[in-house]
Structure formats: C-alpha cells, structure tokens
C-alpha cells in the first residue's frame, strides 16, 4: 500500500477547511457569534465603521475586506440581509484566498506547503469568532511568497500591498511583519531589504491612522484590558488544547502498535470521550485562543525559512484535524440551538421595544452583543423585542451615534434603529 505523501495530505486538509469555512459560516451564521452580531449589525445599519472599527483604526484592512463591502452592498440593493451575507462570505473565503494567491505565485515551492499546514492547524481554532487575525493570517503568506523571490516593480508592488494588509488588520500584525524579515534574512540575497522597503508604506499608514484617529475613553480602557488576555497562559489550558494534548499522547504511547492502529484506537477513544461525557464546548475560547495564531504563525513562518517540510507525523495531523472537526461540530450544533431559543424570544409577544432576559448561556452567550444577535436572528431584522443579557456591562458605542443612524436613511427598519437607540442611550 503507498505511503500518502504529507504535500499532498496537507493540502487536502487545507482545502477541506477552505470548503468548510465559508459554508458551515453561512450556513450556520457564525458570523453572528460572539463579537461577529455587532459587526454584522453594524453592516446591515450601514455605519460599521462608526459602531466600532474607527475605535481601531489600525485595523482598517480587515474593515476593508469585508464589513466594507458587505455594508455597500446592503446599501446597493437595498437588503441590509443581502449585505451581511456577503461580509460572512467574505470573511469565510480569506483562507482560501490567501491560499490560492499563495499557490500560484510561490516559485520557491516550499512556501505554499507551509501555508496549507498553517490553515489546517491553525485558522480551525478560532473558527467562529470573527478575529482580524483571520485576515492577517491570509495576507501573511501570499507577503512571504511575494518577498521571497522579488522580481521587478509589479511584484515589489504586491509585496508593498499584501504587507500593508498584513499591518493594517491587527496590532499583533507588526510582530508578524518582522519575524517575516527575520525569516528573509535566511533567504535569497537582497530580499529582506527589498521586503522592509515594501513594508514603509504599510508603517506609514499605521502611524498615520494612529496619529489622526483615537478611540474613545470609554472603548480604549476596555481595549487596553482586553489586549492582556493575549497573553493569559491560563487561558491556553481549554478544552481544545488539552484535548488535543490528550490524542496526540495517547497516539505516541500506542504507536508500538502500528501508526494506523494508533490513530483508529485514539479516534474512538475521542468519540466516546464526545458522545458520552459530553466535555465543555470550544466556544468562548475560541476569543482567548487568538494566543495560538499569535504564537503559532511567526513560528510556521521560521520554520519554513530553516528548514524544508520533510515527512511528518500524518498520525498525528490526522488526530489534530479530527479534534477540530469535531469541535467545530459540536460548537454548530450548539450554536444553532441557542440562536433557535434567542430566535423565538425575540419573538414573544409584547409592548415594542420591550426587552426579554435571556437565561443564561455560559458557552454561547456573548452578553454585549445579544441585542445585536436578536435583530439579526429575526424575520426582516425587525424583531418584537429586543432580547438582553441583564449581565451585559460594555455599550459597543455611545447615544450620539445611535442617535445619528436611527434619524439616517438606511435599508434596515426604522424601527429597529430606534430600537438599539433606546437600549444604548439608556445605558450609555
């Protein structure tokens, strides 16, 4: 029986993830977890960028590729849905993008290897939650491919481009850029230097927008706070890590057996551990494991400069890629139940623009953002009433700008705009 090459395995993967993640997220409207229902309401009212991404400006790119679009096009055709739907597609295809762009203009053949196993071992774990690392992560290796073998003014043009993303659509995009230098320094003569001055104009866009822009006091505390959880090493003792610490232990102990056995004995072993005792869910995490791409994406990057992607462990890729599918199952599931019951709450009969306690949901429930999901759960985003977390502490954005979308022209309900109005410049 022929050995699969790893090359040919790790792609597949990579494709099979490039598949399933814009349409499990479509499907399933991931979108709208955690953080992702302000963003997507923020499309279907037409004022993202003054709900929250002029707050971090710095990551205008991620905005640009796919808020931006999907809010125009809401405004286009008139049908805020039509909008949201295009920004979670959007959102969903840049792994494949990054990919396919990465393929085809990789001429050292080494580096679109690396940057399937990044999608396949990476982009899973935080699938769900809207990170702007998403679309760093995407940008980060068609920039690699570019830079590593430069050839005129074109190509150093794209480099500048896929560089500017790169920093423009998260902070932790600056640590990336430089382990990028750090890894062109072991590569083709002259190529980091041609690399950091493609870099220039993505830098100067960054202290500009850091310069002219400034979030309010309000959201640059929460920011600030919130910017530490990156480096919580608590936070990386989840379920999905030590899960998947457990397969791949459990597979080096019982190899002696035979690789393929291994894996069959490990892989039941996990369904049980699934189907039986039901483990706490990858959800929540899936905002602090944000810390994995952090780590995990700078490190794929100097290994694919040092050293070629020889034969690797397919036991062990196959354990991996189990324990997320089956995650990334699990969490559907469970997310399509819990948008059921917030559905039908918002639904309820009563006086408009009461508001319904939701009980509580400590996987799924993202407290700040539920009214925001209960719009975009509901029939023509007009929902009876608004559905509130009474735990909810953080106002996404003050009265004045709630006032100016509601009195605005827009495709989405009057009424709903009234709706968010109300609920923000009672508490904010």
């Known amino acids: 029986m022929t050995t699969p090459r790893p090359h040919a395995v790790i792609l597949g993967l990579a494709c099979a993830w490039c598949l399933a993640f814009p349409l499990l997220g479509v499907w399933a409207q991931l979108n709208l977890f955690a953080d992702g229902a302000l963003f997507s309401y923020g499309v279907a009212a037409g004022d993202g960028w003054a709900f929250h991404w002029r707050q971090i400006p710095v990551r205008a790119a991620a905005f640009a590729a796919a808020a931006l679009p999907g809010e125009l096009w809401g405004r286009f055709s008139g049908d805020p849905a039509a909008g949201v739907t295009l920004y979670a597609a959007l959102h969903g295809l840049a792994p494949a993008i990054g990919l396919a762009v990465t393929w085809a203009i990789d001429r050292s053949a080494m580096i679109r290897h690396w940057a399937a196993l990044s999608t396949a071992l990476l982009a899973p774990v935080v699938f769900g939650f809207p990170t702007e690392l998403w679309i760093t992560l995407a940008a980060l290796w068609p920039a690699y491919a570019l830079a590593w073998t430069p050839s005129g003014k074109a190509r150093w043009l794209a480099t500048a481009v896929a560089l500017a993303v790169v920093v423009l659509s998260h902070e932790a995009g600056l640590i990336w850029a430089a382990t990028l230098l750090a890894a062109l320094a072991c590569g083709p003569e002259r190529a980091w230097r041609r690399a950091l001055v493609a870099l220039i104009p993505g830098l100067l866009a960054w202290i500009a927008l850091k310069l002219a822009v400034h979030p309010d006091p309000y959201v640059a505390d929460v920011l600030r706070r919130n910017a530490w959880t990156l480096f919580d090493a608590a936070r990386l003792a989840s379920p999905l890590v ?14 002696r057996l035979g690789e393929g056995r291994a ?8 369904l049980v ?18 810390a994995l791409l952090l ?44 948008t059921a019951e917030v559905r039908a709450l918002a639904a309820q009969p009563g006086p408009p623009g009461d508001a319904t306690t939701l009980p509580g949901h400590a996987a799924l429930g993202w407290n700040s953002t539920t009214p925001f999901l209960s ?34 022209p827009r495709a989405l309900p009057a009424r709903t705009r009234a709706m968010i109005r109300q609920y923000t410049c009672a508490r904010r």
């Not at 894996?263 to 996990?270: D, F, K, T, Y």
């Not at 551990?273 to 944000?290: I, K, N, S, T």
């Not at 034969?311 to 969490?331: D, K, N, Q, S």
């Open 273 to 290: 551990w699934w189907l039986w005792f039901e483990p706490p869910l990858h959800a929540w995490d899936r905002y602090y494991l944000r």
């Open 263 to 270: 894996v069959v004995i490990v892989a039941a072993a996990l």
């Open 295 to 338: 780590v995990g994406a700078p490190l794929l990057i100097l290994l694919a400069a040092w050293m070629p992607l020889r034969r690797i462990p397919l036991g062990a890729l196959a354990l991996v890629t189990l324990v997320h599918a089956g995650e990334t199952a699990r969490f559907v599931a469970a997310w399509r139940g819990y």
């Open 242 to 255: 030590l899960t998947i610490a457990a397969a791949l232990a459990a597979w080096a102990a019982l190899r």
């Open 375 to 408: 719009i975009l759960l509901s029939p023509g985003y007009a929902p009876v009433r608004l559905v509130i977390d009474p735990t909810a502490g953080y106002v996404w954005f003050d009265c004045a700008t709630a006032k100016a979308n509601a009195a605005a």
